[in-house]
């Protein structure tokens, strides 16, 4: 029997009908997008459709949909473009302190050129402040990159009232949408931001495929230089299997956006209370509410994590924390959060997704708490 699969903020299975909808431009629609003749229409029809699944799902234009190698490049390519295009006019960025490294080591980056980054600090749920947003706008600012959803605790920050901000004092504002898309709304309209990243293997598409919403109007920077790709914004012929995937993968999550939501916070709810059950010192980390519905960050003390997870091979899921002979490595999520270290060092993220059962939950439940026992003792 295979370990149940409790880590899908870190990748997805492909579901069946994005494999479906790919097979056949792995078996029969091979031709380059930018050809004129028969074979390249085929795949450039693929192309343009994808894209408009992807426009569908945020609620933008086709056009504003830009294909990246996955979140990171999307990342990349918001971030750097900013920071290049606009550097005339400010060289200050604004993110906050539990960014996923795809922002933080892009922001390192640019301090290494010249750039000032200041990142913001978190509350004990992981939550940014719109007063040290405030606070830290400066006439040098041009961009605020802060994510929407965190990839390990599962905190949703308060996105449209920084974008308000943002734009208030002319700024232009980012986020990375990789761990929301496909579990909440990803709206433009609501979220009110300028530039918006997803990766494909977060949300059932394959891995290596990913993409950047880009408003009518910012001037980005190029990263990846050559042909006239991607309306002159990225260089390369176009993936074409994968990106059918991903414009596949965004419409099923539009389509069933409410169904998934709400079995996964049902999920992930009775693994929790599982869990709790046997374990009264449980501590959860991140928001109580303001949370994905699929995701728990769970502490138990006078334990490692790796250790848990080294004690439930039947179980798949992440550590927070990794524990050496003499150091403990603690995120820099729940460091941020100022998580204390007796609890940081025995935190596992357990991540449900739309294909976990009620019976994969229990079997967790129980594997996990009797692990949990075991090493307590």
């Known amino acids: 029997m295979k370990p149940i699969y409790l880590d899908y903020n870190a990748t997805t299975p492909v579901a069946p009908e994005v494999a479906a909808a790919m097979r056949p431009y792995l078996e029969e629609h091979f031709g380059n997008p930018s050809s004129s003749h028969w074979y390249g229409v085929q795949t450039r029809t693929a192309v343009d459709h994808a894209r408009e699944q992807i426009a569908v799902m945020l609620g933008c234009g086709a056009d504003e949909v830009v294909f990246t190698s996955g979140g990171t490049e999307a990342n990349n390519y918001a971030i750097r473009g900013v920071a290049w295009a606009n550097q005339a006019t400010g060289k200050h960025i604004i993110t906050s302190a539990i960014e996923h ?103 059932y598409a394959p891995k290596g495929i990913g993409a950047l919403y880009v408003r009518d109007g910012i001037a980005l920077d190029k990263l990846i230089h050559g042909a006239d790709h991607e309306q002159n914004r990225r260089a390369g012929t176009e993936n074409v299997l994968e990106i059918v995937g991903l414009g596949a993968a965004c419409e099923i999550a539009g389509r069933d956006l409410e169904k998934n939501r709400e079995h996964m916070l049902a999920m992930r709810d009775r693994l929790h209370d599982g869990l709790a059950a046997r374990h009264a010192d449980l501590r959860l980390n991140g928001h109580p509410e303001r949370r994905l519905p699929n995701t728990a960050s769970l502490s138990f003390p006078r334990i490692r994590a790796n250790a848990l997870l080294a004690s439930i091979p039947d179980v798949a899921a992440s550590a927070g924390a990794a524990c050496h002979a003499d150091s403990i490595d603690v995120s820099h999520v729940l460091a941020a959060m100022g998580v204390p270290e007796e609890y940081a060092m025995g935190t596992v993220r357990l991540s449900v997704g739309k294909m976990t059962t009620a019976n994969d939950i229990d079997r967790a439940a129980e594997i996990i708490a009797d692990a949990v026992d075991r090493l307590k003792s």
């Open 101 to 203: 490294p795809a922002v933080l080591k892009v922001c390192d980056y640019l301090v290494g050129r010249g750039f000032s980054v200041t990142r913001l600090p978190v509350d004990e749920f992981g939550l940014v402040n719109i007063e040290d947003v405030k606070q830290a706008i400066t006439p040098q600012t041009i961009l605020i990159t802060i994510m929407q959803a965190n990839n390990e605790v599962g905190t949703l920050q308060p996105i449209a009232e920084i974008a308000r901000l943002a734009h208030e004092r002319g700024i232009i504002m980012h986020t990375d949408a990789a761990q929301a898309a496909g579990k909440i709304s990803t709206r433009i309209a609501d979220l009110g931001v300028d530039l918006l990243s997803i990766a494909g293997h977060k949300l």
